[in-house]
């Protein structure tokens, strides 16, 4: 997947899980906790999705990376390369 | 039972919050129950291959509660939160201003967990049982208080919450809950019914099924029918009944509409079998609330039946029914379940909460699906499929039995309207 299109995972996974944000906004460069109600059961939910939808493990010492969306789409181009 | 207004000990329902299969208020289900409505309908359930029947509820649940608190929670939470709210508001509760650490939750269960069990066991089996994606969200969905939780965390009630698991007694076991903590002067308000999510677990309607207990009908309104020679077994239904209770002198001092005083209760155990009832506790359960609310049987106008329409169930109740109250023709014995079916932890408080209206209007609503009474359950005194007229309803006992021989009994009077009853 590209860039662009790992973003998309992201925001369909966030819909999901927070359905009361509006994410027409969402600046990528900020952190998710300080444009939306995100707590950690939250972020376990994005990790737990891309576990489901592609097989990607996430060990609990790079959580750090999901903060922003800029950050995560980084950290997952190269995991998801070939998915 | 006392006379003194400023008895502490007097506790009354102030507001009344629910969701039945046939109705999202106590107006409509009520209006329902009249008309003779069924709340039954086909429904789909994993894995069972047989055509299954439930009663299934309608209400809103984003009414009082955000798409990703209802994401994160139960159904079972979601009737709690929805039922809990209404009676708040029905209630009419300076909510802004109630000290809410004064304020306790007390739900009647019957069971709770299985609906997140199944699912999971549902989801991992889609990923060669892989624990891995099991989620991190079923320990507090599956927490047995995980249904008050929900409603505290809704309501931002911090007074004390729990569950009551009391199988098919915990409607009328919440009321009592609620009662003793009010009289013990835990709480000021008390938020207390039951809820049911069961029919969203397959569990329930497999086993009812293995244990021939599962009712079937081509006409879904008819597949519920106790005491009627044809029944076949139980309707699974959800649902859920929720009142605030308060000390009637509170309730007075800040004029608080009244539906009624619960003056008697009981609880006891057949301790003899896993499901099947017993009549002569059930009857020793009827008179200790009796004794407890300083009446005798001839005092009681309308008998809220507990009967599942299992075929042993139905005669022992008769049987305790009888010895106690024999043959008084002005007695009314009906049976709500014979619209919703059988909600479970919900389904004492959705009864009683259905007959509740009958301080009004002097109606005892019917049983319907009563073509033919099963000679067994020798009651005269059932409602059978019309509404009766009744010249006067001061008293109803409600009746709430369950699995492993609990029993319990709630009994409401009907309080003056000129004290502040809601009804004339």
């Known amino acids: 997947m590209t860039p662009p299109e790992i973003r998309q995972v992201i925001i369909d996974i966030l819909e999901r899980i927070a359905p009361d944000e509006d994410l027409s906004n969402l600046d990528d460069a900020v952190s998710f906790r300080e444009q939306m109600e995100l707590d950690s059961m939250d972020f376990l939910d994005i990790v737990m999705e891309l576990r489901k939808q592609y097989r990607v493990q996430i060990p609990e010492s790079d959580y750090e990376h999901l903060g922003s969306m800029n950050s995560t789409v980084e950290y997952l181009t190269p995991l998801l390369k070939d998915a | ?424």
């Not at chain 2, 929900?150 to 009321?175: M, Q, R, S």
């Open chain 2, 1 to 424: 039972m006392s006379g003194d207004l400023q008895d502490r000990n007097r506790v009354v329902i102030t507001g009344v919050g629910l969701t039945a299969p046939n109705g999202d208020s106590l107006s409509e289900y009520r209006a329902n129950l009249l008309a003779g409505k069924s709340g039954v309908v086909p429904f789909e359930t994993r894995y069972v291959k047989q055509p299954v029947l439930a009663g299934v509820c309608n209400f809103d649940e984003f009414r009082y509660q955000k798409r990703k608190e209802r994401r994160r929670g139960t159904r079972a939470g979601s009737v709690s939160i929805y039922c809990a709210n209404e009676a708040i508001q029905d209630a009419g509760l300076d909510w802004g201003n109630v000290s809410k650490d004064r304020v306790g939750v007390y739900l009647g269960i019957t069971e709770h967990g299985n609906v997140e069990t199944e699912n999971e066991i549902f989801e991992i089996a889609q990923f060669d049982y892989d624990t891995k994606v099991w989620s991190h969200h079923h320990n507090p969905r599956t927490v047995a208080n995980n249904p008050a939780g929900e409603v505290t965390l809704n309501l931002k009630i911090t007074g004390p919450h729990l569950t009551v698991g009391a199988a098919c007694a915990a409607g009328n076991a919440g009321f009592i809950y609620g009662l003793q903590m009010l009289r013990l002067d835990e709480v000021d308000v008390a938020i207390a019914g039951g809820v049911s999510e069961s029919i969203h677990t397959f569990g329930i309607f497999a086993s009812f099924a293995s244990q021939g207990a599962l009712a079937w009908n081509e006409d879904a309104s008819k597949a519920s029918r106790p005491f009627d020679v044809n029944r076949n077994g139980i309707v699974v239904s959800e649902g859920g009944a929720i009142c605030t209770l308060e000390r009637l002198p509170d309730a007075l001092a800040r004029g608080a509409k009244i539906y009624g005083e619960i003056v008697g209760y009981a609880m006891n155990s057949d301790a003899a079998d896993f499901v099947l009832p017993v009549a002569s506790r059930q009857a020793e359960c009827v008179r200790l609330a009796l004794k407890r609310a300083g009446l005798t049987p001839d005092d009681i106008d309308i008998v809220s039946s507990h009967a599942t329409a299992t075929e042993q169930g139905d005669i022992e109740e008769s049987r305790a029914l009888k010895e106690v109250f024999g043959d008084r023709p002005s007695l009314a014995i009906n049976n709500t379940k014979s619209f919703i079916g059988h909600a479970m932890g919900a389904a004492g408080a959705l009864e009683l909460m259905g007959n509740i209206p009958s301080f009004e209007d002097r109606v005892a609503h019917a049983t319907i699906n009563l073509d033919e009474q099963d000679p067994r359950c020798e009651l005269r005194q059932i409602v059978a499929n019309r509404p009766r007229h009744m010249e006067k309803v001061e008293y109803i006992l409600n009746n709430s039995f369950g699995m492993l021989g609990i029993n319990s009994v709630v009994i409401v009077k009907k309080f003056p309207q000129e004290l502040g009853g809601v009804y004339a």
